[in-house]
């Protein structure tokens, strides 16, 4: 599945991957999203798929260009590039504009998602009773995730292990956003918090040579939930891609059609007019991360007063997510044009 890529293709397979890891980073938004729109969702299930027996059969043998052929590691490199380069750029942008122009975002976001719905249902030519049923099950399946109460906070290392797999569902499963999901299972604060931050304080101790850390009970629990969670995640991607590659190669169009259904069915995780609800502790206090950053627990969400000028303008920002995306779309078939 190894491609020939000019420098071209290569740099925008990293603007991609740049575009997936911001998506990924807001919960509510789906990495798969990106990946469907921007045309290479069968390519990126279909390279996971290769992270099987046969490749680690070749990494544990040492035959490593062999490996790098046989998972199409070119093309998954430099998305992960992009991913990385988002981690430390984009996303640090999006949680500044999120604190500051959070409704603005939302609507950016919102609109990208409908100009998305456009796009895929537009190139979808096989609309039949039995695809108009596949839409339907997606679309209540997506609402119906999207009004569910968070659970309470969970750290058995099984149920850790499970959001894990759960949790990259996000990257794979378009309109299904691993971020939120964590957040209804109620370990988004545990997992994507409170063990990362564990992780980055034993760094930190281990490079100023003080290993105290290893008498923290408490530390050695997170760094353990971290590890099973990770475990977790690759789990979930490599079984979760089997899966969809699976189904895609004998049932693409129904595929297609339950994840047209479930991304129109998300809008209403992204509605931009929503109050957050932050986690509170026993005493009524509010959580926050190492950052100082308040935690998201859930949004109320309402409709927008049309007599206010912020509404205005966050319908203009919708109109221009609608446009990015189908801009990029555009421009994405015109390069392919030979």
């Known amino acids: 599945m190894q491609q020939t890529r000019t420098f071209t293709d290569k740099f925008f397979l990293v603007l991609k991957g740049l575009a997936m890891g911001a998506a990924n980073k807001v919960p509510g938004v789906s990495g798969g999203v990106v990946a469907f729109v921007a045309g290479f969702y069968e390519e990126f299930i279909y390279s996971l798929q290769k992270v099987n027996l046969k490749a680690f059969k070749l990494l544990v043998s040492g035959r490593f260009r062999s490996l790098f052929q046989y998972i199409n590691g070119k093309f998954l490199g430099l998305l992960i590039l992009g991913m990385l380069i988002s981690y430390f750029s984009v996303s640090k942008i999006l949680d500044y504009l999120i604190v500051y122009y959070e409704l603005y975002v939302w609507a950016a976001f919102f609109g990208m998602i409908i100009g998305s719905i456009y796009y895929i249902s537009k190139d979808f030519d096989e609309w039949s009773k039995r695809s108009i049923l596949f839409v339907l099950a997606g679309i209540t399946l997506g609402v119906a995730i999207s009004f569910l109460e968070p659970a309470k906070e969970n750290d058995n290392l099984w149920f850790v292990f499970f959001c894990g797999m759960i949790s990259v569902s996000g990257m794979t499963l378009p309109g299904l956003s691993g971020s939120f999901i964590l957040i209804l299972l109620g370990n988004y604060v545990l997992l994507l918090v409170e063990s990362v ?102 949004y109320d969400r309402y409709f927008p007063d049309f007599a206010n000028e912020q509404t205005w303008i966050a319908i203009f920002f919708i109109l221009f997510g609608i446009f990015i995306v189908l801009a990029l779309a555009w421009y994405e078939k015109k390069a392919k044009k030979p």
Do not use: C
Not at 203 to 208: F, P, R, W
Not at 255 to 277: C, H, M, N, Q, Y
């Open 197 to 298: 931050n564990a992780l980055y304080d034993t760094v930190a101790d281990i490079l100023s040579l003080d290993f105290d850390f290893i008498n923290n009970q408490e530390r050695l629990r997170m760094l353990q939930v971290l590890v099973i969670f990770s475990l977790g995640s690759l789990a979930g991607l490599v079984s979760l891609s089997h899966l969809l590659g699976y189904v895609l190669k004998r049932y693409k169009n129904d595929t297609f059609a339950v994840i047209i259904g479930f991304i129109t069915g998300s809008l209403g995780v992204v509605w931009p007019w929503k109050e957050a609800i932050f986690k509170i502790d026993d005493f009524g206090n509010i959580l926050t991360d190492s950052q100082g950053n308040r935690i998201i627990d859930n």
